[in-house]
């Protein structure tokens, strides 16, 4: 565990230093909620949760999978050298749920501070988001480990990223639905759970293959 963390450290210390690119992810965040407030002022809470994720899809995909992306046969064959596959997957997950984070609660305050808040609901539609966000940049995480290791991992990312973000992400858009609606804990609970298990089930099947990855 404490190598984990170690590395974990390591991964959000090298992103810090590519800052620049850190910081273009949440300019490009600030600047995608802008268009759509210009568009479509006012919007009315059937939008609000669609909007959202496709603001912070389309621009933390680049920050979030471009971690493996840029890694090389011989990298692997290093980190081989320090620590166990398992051991390092989980470090990258850390780091980038930890980076999703941060664009997630950042896009949430510019959305409500452009967008108008939604009241007593904006809670349980942050709770919700987050969980979702988890989802979204293990899968993002778990796929470019895969594509790095193609000749064209860029092309295929998306390829082995759709159909396994999809489900996560219109589960994680009904479950927003209901709470910016107003309708009260009870009603998104189910889909929050069944997200907590996809995200589980997504980790548990990266850390696997991740296995024959490092070996390959």
């Not at 920050?63 to 997957?89: D, V, Y």
Request: proline share 3%; hydrophobic share 55%; net charge positive.
């Amino acid at each position: 565990m404490a190598t984990t963390l170690e590395l974990a450290k390591f991964f959000l210390k090298e992103e810090w230093k590519g800052k620049h690119a850190l910081m273009s992810a949440f300019l490009y965040i600030f600047t995608a909620v802008l268009i759509t407030f210009l568009s479509l002022p006012g919007i009315d809470k059937a939008l609000y949760a669609s909007l959202f994720w496709i603001v912070v899809i389309f621009t933390t995909l680049q920050g979030i999978s471009k971690a493996f992306i840029q890694m090389r046969k011989g990298h692997f064959f290093l980190w081989n050298q320090l620590c166990t596959p398992e051991q390092f997957l989980a470090a990258r997950l850390i780091a980038s749920t930890l980076l999703m984070l941060g664009f997630t609660v950042f896009a949430f305050i510019v959305f409500s501070t452009m967008h108008g808040g939604i009241g007593n609901d904006g809670f349980d539609f942050l709770l919700v988001s987050i969980v979702t966000g988890i989802g979204i940049s293990s899968i993002f995480t778990i796929s470019s480990s895969i594509a790095s290791k193609t000749e064209n991992p860029g092309a295929l990312l998306p390829v082995l990223t759709f159909p396994v973000i999809l489900p996560v992400l219109l589960i994680g858009m009904k479950a927003g639905k209901k709470a910016v609606d107003g309708l009260g804990a009870s009603t998104y609970l189910p889909d929050l759970l069944i997200l907590m298990l996809l995200n589980t089930l997504i980790i548990a099947l990266g850390i696997l293959l991740m296995k024959f990855i490092w070996k390959d």
